[in-house]
Each structure stands twice: as structure tokens, then as C-alpha cells.
């Protein structure tokens, strides 16, 4: 076929398809079987069309000498579909519902497989193989049809997410199956339990690891093509066919696997690596690629169901029919067998019995399995009569799905009030109703007026927001309780949030590497609060104000071998999360009392603003903490902060202006390049300096200033920096004491025996009686009050230290007698407070024990 005739015949189809959706609508069928409809009726008519005129009798021959073969489904549509799918999934909502998901897409692929298989192969008369064979194609699922059919009666998210996790691993895991079976068809594997199982666990986790590897390196470039949003989504469809192409034919494992994943690394990793602005342009651009690639694959498929089903004989219908029974039969082992087994044991999130018939019933087949049975045809080496068994039983089998399943599934959904909102949501949208249609009725008498618009027509219009009032009249926010109502203002909050710092990300206000982590926590928030409301939130709160993984590993990494540069990288990212923190939780505060308080009602505002306030405290709290000790850093933080915000608001006004006409095209970008250059150093990010040098900290301490520069110069190389953290344990009953500590920074409380706290600040010191052989150790326990910085001398230095300077010695024995002094006072009055039989007694001892004992241990002179 010569290129014009191929680029007439190709767009052509696009027009064709272009139409079909409006037309699906309108004759109200799923597309997908609408879809399979025409390709049957085009597949018949390209082979009989000597009524046709010149133009349209041209296309049709076109058409129909197309040499459509299986390695073009699943080299040129399948990637693309594939990673479509998978770029447009939540994967955080994907692993909460992972159990059941891994569940129905693995499992229920092997199990369908098997049973096919064996019942076929008990009916037929072939072999086994080739009924697995023929098993493993029907596994797979057809997403598009369903989730199709979702959104046209609005089944929950949830199904949605279930679906497509479902569909995208089960095609996986059906492929990866179905060529390890053709291995033992073409006698490169043997049939066995233990080969089968090695080689479909090679080729899946192989895939995964290869897709995830060129995806991971390719999110890696994503910043080098900043600016270029074109050469970044090049980029996601090179990476789309590499995945695949690389792992089939270089690396022989899957390469279905390996575009699965490198779609969800992508869609979640890379929307923080590239422009926001890219990345809703590539969210967009793979929708379209998706739609072109989902309508030709299974136009070119349905097609070809008039030539193979033309030696279809009724014993092949009835083994169509005993396929349908049997994996009917299997998907209910998995769906309403296994399925409830994962939440009994506590692997995964119940699923509502609804929810599983929809599972059970919702599994279409599609245009993949007709490209897998099309593949099988191509193989010579196989029996003819074998060839044309798994072609029609299969092409049948799908048909039957499409029309019994597809067009039954939207009653099904209606019938189990699944397209149904849930109270609280007729609730929520009843009351936006009534917001917004009071707002508006007030917009709309202003517009009145101004435009002298008569009275008839105003009610006219009037009586089209009666009318909204009225049908949502129902139920209203005010019949749930305030705790209900306080759990839906937290998911809308947590929403918000992670919008808000999506926005934080898009202006440029931080960079992508701490947005990643904030859109981790946001995303962790939302599905704590989704499932356990007000505890979720308390608990989400409380883990956010924790020091991460990475900056417990750096503080490690410093205490055992000094270095410093990781650990002031991470207390720097903290400055920045937390004054990001502050000022989305400040944001929400306002959003609670502008937006959502005519929504919820003030009670549950209330709380709202009550918890989230708190929350907004604690993060000062740890602003605060860091402010104190590293004044400097912080000053270059906010001038930053505040400047990227003017860059923002700067780059905004310009926009709008241009929006508006009021400046050209050409001053428009004159103006974006001068505010590049005007604010190119907010790009440059200073290092945060911890000062945790030991000369200069020994500088700082009068105790040890006093020495000769020799004997200083010896004392400083012993000494040993430590920073400990706000509320660090320094010393206590689970930390023995290291040795003397010298505070060079900062301050530490010390909790007393008797209950009470005594403060140290800069040039104190503690650890002095233990090193003296006073066994007192057990008594104390000491925190950090804030980022202290310490000097620690083990205790093994200790007795050099003091034979250097008769002072230091006489200054640290007075000290210790003193604080000596004070615990023997408490001993003793504790103990004449334990003797006296009367109440009064023992409360005047243990009065005066508690005030004599904390005023000498608090002289450290």
C-alpha cells in the first residue's frame, strides 16, 4: 500500500471516529460497544461497496486491504493506552485499595486462566495448553468501557479507582501469563507449576523494575527541559514506547509491566519535576493520545470480527458460552470469595458488597483480547484447527461481554443506587445551592438595575432559582450532627490543602523536591481524615511536626562521623516546610471563616478553627524554635519567601494586563524576561551555616575562655559538638551520661528528683557529679529546650581537663558540691517527711524538700 493511500485510509477513521462518541450518546450505548458496532458494520460494508460513490468507495477499499497484524496492536496502540491509564492514576488512592486490586488483577488472572482452561480442555478435546492458552487471554479486562459507563450515571471514585488499578495490572499480569504459556507452546518451557511460576514472576518483576528505572531517569531530565513543555512531553511518549520496546526485545520480560509502571512513576513523581503548567498540558495531550489510540485499536479489531467469526459453527457458540459461565464463575470465586478474606484479615479496605457485584459483573472485555487472539493466528507453528478455536471462541466470548455485560451494567449501577449521592454529599450540594443562589440572585438585581431589565423578566429568572431551592430542599446540612459535619469540613480542607501547595509549587515559591514532600504529607492527611475523621487529623498533625526519616539519618550521620553538610541541608528544608506550613494553615484559617462557615454552620466552623489553629501554633512553635537559634538563615528565608510571592503576584499582574489589552505581546514578554532577571536571586539558595565549629563554641564559654592558648588548644581538640533537638533527651534513664556537658548554645532543662525543672543556658554545664563518682545518674533526666548546642567531653578526658587549670577544677568541684549540697537537703527531708505519721508533717517536709533542693542545684556557681 502506498503512503497516500495509507494517510487517506488513517484519517479518514479519525473522522469517523470523531463522530462516534456524540452518536454513542445519543443512541444511548457504551462506547465502547457502539464502537464494536461500527467496526462490525465497516469491517462488512469495506468488502461490499460496489454502491458506494468514487471518494467513498476508494476509502472503503483502502480500508479493507489494511494488514492490521497483532504486533501493530500491541506495539503501536497498546504503550500508549497503558500509559495513558496509568499517567491519570491516583496512585496514593491506588495503594490504599492495593490488597484487593493485586487481588483481582494477579489472582483473579490465574485463577480465571485455570479454570477456563481445565473446563475447556474437559469439553473440547484440546489440550490443556492450548486451552490455558486461550484461558489467559479472556483474563484481561477492558477499562474503558466500564469507567465509560461510570461516568455516565456517576458511580463513586472509589469503583473508578478499583476498575482501572484492576484492569491496568490485570493486563499485565494476563500478558506476562499468556507469553509464558506460549513459551510451552513453542516448547522453550516445560508445563510445570514451578517453570510457569519462575517465568511469569521474571517477566513481571522484571518489567516493573525496567519501567520504573527509565522512568525514575526520566523524571531526573524533566528539570533539564524546564521551559520547553513540548520536548517534555516528547519525552513521556519516548519513555512510553522505550519501556516497552526495551523490555520485550532487549530485555525479555514485560513490557506491558514496564509501561504500567514507568506511567504511574511519571504521573506521580513527575508532576513535581516538570512545569505545573506542563504537566496539565501533558494530562491533556495523553486524554487525546488515549482516545485516538482506544478508538483505532478497537475499530481495527472489530473489524476484523466479520472475517473471523465467518467459520463460526454452533459448537463454537457453545463453547462461547461456557467461557462466559466460567469466568463468570471464577471472577465470583475472587470478588465474593477472596476479596472479603483481605479486610477480615486486615490487608485491605472493606469492600461493600454493591461495590463487588459491580466487580463481578463489570469485567468487559475488549479490544486487547481480540489483539491477543489475532497474535495466536499469526502462529504457524500452532494446529490450524487450534488457531481457529481461540480466535472464535474469543472474538465471541468478547462480544458477549460487550452486549450482555456492557449494556446491562448502567441498570445494574442504577439498581444498586450506586449513581446515587451519599447523604452527606445531597447535604453538602443542597446547601451550596442555597450559598450560591442567594449570592447570585444578589449579583443578578444589581445587573437588573443597571441594564433596566423589566419585571416580568426578572421573575421569569427568579423562578429558575426558586426552582433549585426547592429540589434541593430534601435534606440539609443542618440534620447532621456537628461531628459529621466537622468530618466533611476536613476532607474539604485537606483537599484545599494540597491544592494550595500544588499552587505554592506552580509559582515558584519553593522548589519542587520539598513540594514532593508537602504533596506527600497533603495526600497522607486527606486519607487519614477520609478514614478516620477528626483522629486522622490529630494524628496526621502530630506525624507532620515529627523530623523525617531523612533528617534522623543525617543527625546520625553527624553524631558518628561529623559531617555537617547533610544535616544543615535538612534543618534548612525544615525552615522552609514549616514557614510553607504556617502560611497554608493561615490560609485555611481564613478559607473556614469566609467560605465554609455558610456552608457547615459556625458550631463546626468552630472546631475547625479550633483544630486547625492548634495545629498552626505547633508549627509556629517549631518556626520559632529555629528562628532563635539561626537568626541570619532565618532573615534570607523570609526576604525569599516574601520575594518569590512578589515574583508571583509581579508575573500575575502582567498576565492580567495582557488578558486585557492594555499591553502588546511583545511588551508582555519584554516584562516576563526583565522579572526573570530582576529576581533571579531568589534561585540561589544559601547554605544554612550550624555553626557547629568546636573553636569557635569554645570561644563562647566563659569556663573555658580563661585557659592558656596551649592548654585551650588541647581542651577544644577533646571536645566533642553535639546538637540536639528541641526536646531531645540529652541524658536520662535510656541514655547513660556521656560525660561532662557544657552548654555552647541554646539551653536545657533538667528534671530533679523532686519533680521540678531547672534551666541552663550558655556557659553552664552538667554531667560533673557522675564524673566525680556521685551515683547520681539515675535521678536526673535532661532535654534540649530548643536547637542547643553542646560540648560534650567524654568521660575519660574529664581528669585531664581538670589537672590543666586549678580554676576549672575549683569552679567545677564548687559547682558540684553545691548541687550535691542541695540533693543531700532533699534526701533528708524526704526521708523525715517519710517518718512523720501525720499528713500535715509530711506535707511540710515534702514543701520544703521541693523549694530548698531546686534553689541550690540552680546556683552553677
Known amino acids: 500500500m502506498d503512503i497516500n493511500s495509507f494517510v487517506f485510509g488513517l484519517t479518514g477513521l479519525l473522522a469517523l471516529v470523531c463522530f462516534m462518541p456524540p452518536l454513542a450518546g445519543r443512541v444511548k450505548l457504551p462506547y465502547s460497544v457502539f464502537l464494536a458496532i461500527a467496526g462490525c458494520v465497516l469491517g462488512y460494508v469495506s468488502h461490499v461497496h460496489q454502491w458506494a460513490p468514487p471518494v467513498l468507495g476508494e476509502f472503503l477499499t483502502i480500508i479493507s486491504t489494511f494488514e492490521v497484524s497483532s504486533e501493530t496492536f500491541l506495539v503501536v496502540f497498546l504503550p500508549i493506552l497503558l500509559f495513558e491509564a496509568a499517567l491519570a492514576m491516583n496512585v496514593r488512592r491506588l495503594l490504599d485499595d492495593l490488597g484487593p486490586i493485586l487481588m483481582m488483577a494477579v489472582v483473579a488472572v490465574i485463577i480465571s486462566t485455570v479454570f477456563v482452561g481445565v473446563v475447556l480442555s474437559q469439553i473440547s478435546g484440546f489440550s490443556l495448553v492450548v486451552c490455558l492458552l486461550l484461558g489467559s487471554i479472556v483474563a484481561t479486562t477492558d477499562p474503558a468501557a466500564v469507567i465509560g459507563i461510570f461516568k455516565e450515571v456517576g458511580a463513586p471514585a472509589r469503583l473508578n479507582t478499583l476498575v482501572e488499578g484492576e484492569s491496568l495490572l490485570n493486563d499485565a499480569a494476563a500478558i506476562a501469563l499468556y507469553a509464558a504459556l506460549m513459551g510451552v507452546l513453542s516448547h522453550t518451557t516445560e508445563l510445570s ?24 531517569l526520566a523524571c531526573l531530565s524533566f528539570p533539564l527541559l524546564r521551559g520547553w513543555p513540548a520536548a517534555e512531553i516528547s519525552l513521556t511518549i519516548s519513555v512510553a514506547y522505550l519501556s516497552y520496546f526495551v523490555s520485550e526485545h532487549y530485555l525479555h520480560v514485560s513490557g506491558v509491566v514496564a509501561t504500567v509502571v514507568a506511567g504511574l512513576v511519571v504521573g506521580s513523581t513527575g508532576r513535581t519535576r516538570m512545569a505545573p503548567t506542563t504537566f496539565v498540558t501533558l494530562s491533556q495531550s495523553w486524554h487525546q493520545f488515549g482516545f485516538w489510540a482506544n478508538s483505532l485499536i478497537f475499530l481495527f479489531a472489530a473489524m476484523l470480527i466479520p472475517k473471523v467469526m465467518a467459520n463460526a459453527t454452533w459448537i463454537h457458540l457453545f463453547y462461547v458460552f461456557i467461557v462466559f459461565v466460567a469466568t463468570l464463575t471464577a471472577r465470583a470465586i475472587v470478588v465474593f470469595g477472596l476479596v472479603p478474606l483481605l479486610s477480615f484479615s486486615g490487608l485491605g479496605a472493606r469492600i461493600g458488597t454493591r461495590f463487588r457485584v459491580v466487580l463481578w459483573w463489570g469485567g468487559l472485555r475488549g479490544a486487547l483480547s481480540l489483539a491477543l487472539a489475532l497474535a495466536v493466528t499469526e502462529r504457524t507453528s500452532l494446529p490450524n484447527e487450534a488457531r481457529e478455536f481461540i480466535a472464535i471462541t474469543v472474538t465471541g466470548f468478547v462480544l458477549a461481554t460487550l452486549f450482555i455485560n456492557g449494556l446491562s451494567l448502567q441498570p445494574v449501577i442504577k439498581m444498586l443506587g450506586l449513581n446515587l449521592l451519599t447523604k452527606k454529599e445531597r447535604a453538602l450540594r443542597n446547601q451550596a445551592v442555597i450559598v450560591a443562589t442567594a449570592m447570585i440572585q444578589q449579583e443578578t438585581d444589581v445587573i437588573a438595575r443597571l441594564e433596566q431589565v423589566s419585571g416580568p423578566a426578572r421573575e421569569r429568572v427568579y423562578t429558575a432559582f426558586n426552582k433549585s431551592i426547592e429540589e434541593g430542599s430534601d435534606l440539609h446540612i443542618e440534620h447532621f450532627s456537628v461531628r459529621e459535619r466537622v468530618d466533611l469540613g476536613l476532607t474539604i480542607l485537606a483537599r484545599q490543602e494540597y491544592e494550595r501547595y500544588f499552587d505554592v509549587l506552580k509559582h515558584q515559591i519553593i522548589d519542587r523536591n520539598m513540594a514532593e514532600r508537602l504533596l506527600g504529607r497533603a495526600e497522607r492527611l486527606e486519607e487519614a481524615v477520609r478514614l478516620r475523621g477528626v483522629r486522622g487529623f490529630e494524628f496526621s498533625t502530630a506525624r507532620s511536626m515529627r523530623y523525617p526519616r531523612r533528617f534522623r539519618q543525617a543527625m546520625r550521620v553527624y553524631e558518628i562521623f561529623g559531617v555537617q553538610r547533610w544535616l544543615a541541608h535538612e534543618l534548612s528544608q525544615r525552615f522552609v516546610a514549616l514557614m510553607c506550613m504556617r502560611s497554608i494553615s493561615q490560609q485555611l484559617l481564613d478559607f473556614i471563616d469566609q467560605k465554609l462557615k455558610d456552608i457547615l454552620g459556625s458550631e463546626a466552623c468552630e472546631q475547625l478553627s479550633e483544630m486547625h489553629g492548634h495545629r498552626l501554633s505547633l508549627i509556629r512553635e517549631a518556626l520559632h524554635a529555629l528562628e532563635l537559634q539561626y537568626p541570619n538563615y532565618s532573615l534570607w528565608m523570609q526576604e525569599h519567601y516574601l520575594g518569590r510571592i512578589a515574583r508571583r503576584l509581579e508575573r500575575e499582574r502582567y498576565g492580567e494586563m495582557f488578558d486585557q489589552s492594555l499591553i502588546s505581546g511583545e511588551v508582555y514578554e519584554n516584562l516576563s524576561d526583565q522579572v526573570t532577571q530582576r529576581w533571579a536571586f531568589l534561585d540561589k539558595n544559601a547554605a544554612l551555616d550550624i555553626e557547629m565549629d568546636a573553636v569557635e563554641l569554645v570561644s563562647r564559654v566563659p569556663l573555658l575562655t580563661g585557659l592558656p592558648p596551649q592548654a585551650q588548644q588541647a581542651v577544644t581538640k577533646m571536645l566533642k559538638p553535639r546538637l540536639f533537638l528541641p526536646d531531645q533527651l540529652i541524658w536520662g534513664k535510656k541514655i547513660p551520661p556521656f560525660g561532662l556537658y557544657i552548654v555552647a548554645s541554646g539551653a536545657v532543662t533538667i528534671l530533679l528528683p523532686d519533680g521540678t525543672h531547672v534551666e541552663l543556658g550558655s556557659g553552664e554545664f552538667f554531667g560533673e557529679m557522675y564524673l566525680l563518682d556521685h551515683d547520681v545518674s539515675e535521678n536526673f533526666e535532661v532535654r534540649s529546650l530548643g536547637y542547643s548546642k553542646l560540648l560534650c567531653l567524654p568521660a575519660k578526658d574529664f581528669d585531664h581537663l581538670m589537672s590543666q587549670d586549678p580554676a576549672i577544677k575549683s ?36 514543701t520544703t524538700g521541693h523549694a530548698t533542693a531546686p534553689s541550690a542545684a540552680r546556683d552553677p556557681q
Open 811 to 846: 569552679a567545677i568541684e564548687l559547682v558540684a558540691k553545691q548541687r550535691l549540697r542541695a540533693l543531700e537537703v532533699w534526701r533528708s527531708y524526704q526521708s523525715s517527711s517519710q517518718a512523720h505519721s501525720q499528713p500535715a508533717g509530711q506535707q511540710a517536709g515534702q
Open 193 to 216: 507449576f514451578g517453570s510457569l511460576s519462575q517465568n511469569f514472576l521474571y517477566l513481571f518483576l522484571g518489567g516493573g523494575l525496567t519501567g520504573f528505572v527509565l522512568a525514575r
